[in-house]
């Protein structure tokens, strides 16, 4: 059943790329979000992990909580990170599954996608990817995947059953979705719903 | 929404202050904005 969204797909898409444009190229100004090792930290991600990854790979991390804080993926998995930013997430996903794993970002920001790529081919993860596309529409096979992980990302697409329900399809029966994203404990009002504005900052 | 997407077995992890001592912490305190970790399977 489709539903009336609250703004212009497309606008709101525009609005997001130039934000994290932002975070990929001057990761350490100041933004409405914590940043890179102060934000990974706030997060509860596994210390010895985050800091044995060089600054590249983690300063444009803008996550929201632990993806990994519910489920460790499992040696050899395959993985989406599905808004993969700088790729953080997805070295961490590649630390868990090692290198019998794959994992596969998907991001819509051209400089998110190069900072990811080139940090991925400086530690040499070859059983990490990473493809430009949307969260609705992923450049992945049906079924592919073993698990997928995604973090404050989800809360940035206007239409997010569009979205559960591509992720349903890319995962096996039996898979995992394990994801980071903001809740609100007080309802946000309709007007605020329509500022595009409000949805990045 | 998880459920209505046909996923089973969702999990909550408890909140994280995402927003605390950042630019953002005054509109997120407004509507009580946290972080969470999310776990669901598709059915086999």
């Not at chain 1, 040696?75 to 290198?99: K, L, T």
């Not at chain 1, 596309?133 to 809360?155: C, H, K, Q, R, Y």
């Not at chain 1, 940035?156 to 029966?173: S, T």
């Amino acid at each position: 059943m489709s539903q009336a969204l609250p703004v212009d797909v497309d606008a709101l898409r525009d609005e997001v790329r130039e934000k994290y444009r932002e975070v990929a190229v001057a990761p350490n100004a100041t933004y409405h979000f914590h940043t890179g090792r102060a934000a990974a930290a706030r997060c509860g991600y596994d210390a010895a992990i985050v800091d044995a990854l060089p600054d590249r790979a983690v300063e444009s991390f803008a996550g929201v909580a632990n993806p990994f804080a519910l489920r460790t993926l499992e040696p050899g998995e395959r993985v989406v990170d599905a808004g993969s930013g700088a790729g953080f997430d997805s070295f961490v996903a590649a630390h868990q599954v090692g290198n019998a794993g794959r994992v596969v970002g998907i991001d819509m920001t051209a400089e998110m996608l190069k900072k990811s790529r080139d940090t991925a081919d400086a530690l040499g993860f070859a059983q990490v990817e990473f493809r430009e596309g949307f969260l609705e529409t992923m450049p992945i096979e049906d079924g592919w995947a073993d698990a997928v992980i995604s973090n404050g990302v989800i809360n940035l697409c206007p239409d997010k059953r569009a979205v559960f329900d591509e992720i349903r399809r890319v995962l096996r029966p039996g898979g995992h979705l394990q994801f980071a994203d903001i809740a609100n404990g007080r309802p946000v009002p309709p007007e605020a719903l329509r500022d595009i504005d409000l949805w990045t900052g | 929404m998880l459920e209505e997407a046909g996923f089973v077995d969702v999990r909550i992890g408890g909140k994280v202050d995402t927003f605390g001592d950042a630019e953002g912490e005054e509109k997120a305190r407004a509507y009580e904005v946290y972080g969470y970790s999310f776990l669901a399977n598709k059915p086999t």
